[in-house]
């Protein structure tokens, strides 16, 4: 590993200008106007997959866009590794927010990140942390130590519900056998407080369509004779949740599987600060479910929250009009052992069934995502574990994660394999937000404990 070192300190600059080459590219999977260079991310992936040293790199076609597969077998005897990672990224909206060009990299000191951070659309979700594991590769491959088999698996739809990668990997099962996947795609408590995610909420998304009068008409002319769509639906979204911050739709709560008392002793034991985390927010206080703390909320309790809502004028100045239409964009965050198609249907049961016979209500479900907890007392978290704990000289905390990736628990059905979540970005990275960044320590960092973990992991199954 001290080879490593050295091959990392000679070439980090150009793992970052590499990187800032790879961010420039606005890979937007949500929109069409995006795809010439969302096609063009996957083939700078594949070059950079190719220069590392993978062999057998080549472009899938899917449907949709194109998944990047890679492989380096030392030995069939060895064990395999399949990482997984996304070269697609979220819209950059709201451009204005930016202080700097959302696909223009520039590195910027911060009070996280006093060695500087990376700001760009994809820095940290998920370009960034998929780069690391190539740059980890080169290191290792250039230094004749690549300790198991890797595969490389980099999809261009995760933030787009991943639709086709599931048939991809039904379809190849045997090219994708591995014993393992690794993803970095998540984060960590702080640079001071590594952590492991063992857990993924789920998913259910809906867009509803409120219909009113069948035409915008005056508001001074019908307005109080004739229901307002906006207003119905705000009251109708109002009620979906109850005093105490409950979900209330019949049957939500039904297969929420109880954490015990033990277990959230424990997970309430991670350092958090409420009164930072406030601050940071700017928000003079938290709300959410009666009786569980914040670190409960985000990440064993189920939420359901309006994304989007729209309707009726939104230009500039005042326009008298009452809408025809009202519309909202609807997501649940989900936790083991709910369904993402049960609850979609309770939600659309349960709306229609509130909606006053004044409107009518159309809902639409988009893609979903079915939960995840991974297990700590195995061999491929203990490698994970040994790996942060070497090069953060801290031991790790296993958390759960409120956020979702819906194509893990395909892993585990399609593959029957489990997936380690050692992901390196920060909560306050704002991915998915303006100015979105990752620290160069992290990006670091990951380079430098990535190896370890195929290290350990290779170790720990010779042992087995
Ligand atoms: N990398 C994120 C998921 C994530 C972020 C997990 C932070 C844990 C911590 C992923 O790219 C993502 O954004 N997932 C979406 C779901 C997807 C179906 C669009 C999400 O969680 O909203
Ligand atoms: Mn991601
Ligand atoms: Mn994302």
New binding site residues.
């Given amino acids: 590993m001290k080879k490593l070192a050295k091959y990392h300190k000679t070439h980090k600059d150009r793992y970052l200008e590499e990187l800032k080459d790879l961010l420039r590219i606005p890979s937007v999977s949500a929109d069409p106007a995006y795809k010439k260079d969302v096609l063009a991310t996957a083939d700078f992936i594949k070059q950079k997959l190719e220069d590392a040293g993978v062999n057998n790199v080549e472009i899938c076609p899917t449907k949709g866009y194109p998944i990047v597969y890679g492989e380096y077998i030392v030995d069939k005897k060895l064990p395999t590794v399949l990482v997984y990672g996304?070269y697609d990224v979220?819209p950059p909206d709201p451009l204005d927010l930016w202080e700097s060009g959302p696909f223009e990299p520039v590195v910027k000191k911060t009070k996280l990140h006093p060695k500087g951070a990376i700001f760009a659309r994809g820095a940290c979700?998920?370009k960034g942390q998929v780069y690391m594991h190539i740059k980890a590769f080169e290191a290792m491959k250039a230094n004749d130590a690549v300790p198991c088999n890797i595969k490389f698996m980099i999809e261009g739809e995760?933030?787009?519900?991943?639709e086709n990668l599931a048939p991809f990997i039904k379809k190849n099962k045997k090219k994708l056998a591995c014993d393992v996947v690794l993803v970095s795609?998540?984060?960590i408590i702080s640079n001071k407080v590594p952590s492991i995610?063992v857990g993924?909420?789920g998913?259910a998304?809906l867009e509803v369509e409120v219909t009113g009068p069948n035409r915008d008409l005056h508001s001074g002319v019908y307005g109080g004779a004739v229901a307002n769509p906006i207003n119905v639906l705000s009251k109708m979204i109002g009620s979906l949740h109850d005093k105490r911050n409950k979900i209330a739709i019949p049957g939500f709560y039904d297969n929420v599987a109880r954490v015990s008392k033990k277990e959230r002793t424990e997970m309430n034991k991670a350092p958090f600060s409420e009164t930072k985390y406030k601050k940071d927010l700017a928000i003079k206080e938290v709300q959410g479910e009666d009786k569980f703390t914040t670190l409960e909320r985000t990440s064993i309790r189920p939420t359901l929250d309006v994304n989007g809502m729209w309707g009726g004028y939104i230009g500039e100045g005042a326009k008298t009009v009452l809408p025809s239409k009202a519309y909202a964009k609807i997501?649940m965050?989900l936790v083991p052992n709910q369904d993402p198609d049960r609850v979609s249907k309770l939600f659309e049961q349960h709306f229609k069934s509130i909606a006053p016979k004044s409107v009518q209500v159309k809902v639409t479900p988009h893609?979903?995502?079915v939960p995840v907890v991974t297990p700590t007392d195995t061999i491929e978290y203990k490698a994970a574990h040994m790996a942060m704990q070497t090069t953060f000289k801290k031991e790790p905390i296993p958390q759960r994660?409120?956020?979702?990736?819906?194509i893990v628990a395909l892993f585990e059905n399609i593959l029957q394999r489990k997936t380690i979540?050692m992901?390196f970005?920060l909560?306050s990275d704002a991915?998915?937000s303006p100015n979105e960044h990752y620290g160069l320590f992290n990006f670091y960092k990951g380079i430098e404990t990535i190896p370890y973990f195929y290290e350990n992991y290779a170790k720990l199954k010779a042992e087995e």
């Fill in positions: 996304h979220q979700d998920d995760e933030e787009v519900g991943s795609d998540t984060g995610t993924l909420r998913l998304y997501s965050r893609h979903g995502g994660s409120g956020g979702s990736i819906p979540l992901g970005g909560d991915i998915h």
